[in-house]
């Protein structure tokens, strides 16, 4: 089972920025695809941002421009810049490989006005 651990979230005024990280801890397996997706009250989880292990990225595009992703081998990053308050989500960290879709288990990010 692979186990992902999320952190970075939290609170913070619309234009502010936040960074969150994710991490597969002791894991020795490697993940072509890994990213980040978001789930708001009421709304389906949605595509945020993911990256590909030879560092191809693609984003939705409500948040092209204002958030980045990168990654460090099993280590998924995500830079929040220009935050509005239809980011608050909880934020989940998705990785892909061979064995299957694994999840974290969320960050919550809230964008007060």
């Known amino acids: 089972q692979v186990r992902l651990v999320e952190s970075g979230g939290g609170l913070v005024q619309a234009g502010g920025s936040l960074r969150l990280s994710c991490a597969a801890p002791?894991?020795?397996?490697?993940?072509?695809?890994m990213g980040w997706y978001r789930q708001a009250p009421g709304k389906q989880r949605e595509l945020v941002a993911g990256?590909?292990?030879?560092?191809s990225t693609n984003f939705a595009d409500s948040v092209k421009g204002r958030f980045t992703v990168s990654r460090d081998k099993n280590t998924v990053y995500l830079q929040m810049n220009a935050l509005k308050p239809e980011d608050t989500a909880v934020y989940y960290c998705?990785?892909?490989?061979?064995?299957?879709?694994?999840w974290g288990q969320g960050t919550q990010v809230t964008v007060s006005s």
């Open positions: 990256i590909t292990s030879g560092g």
């Open positions: 998705n990785a892909v490989n061979s064995w299957g879709n694994h």
């Open positions: 002791g894991s020795i397996v490697s993940f072509p695809t």
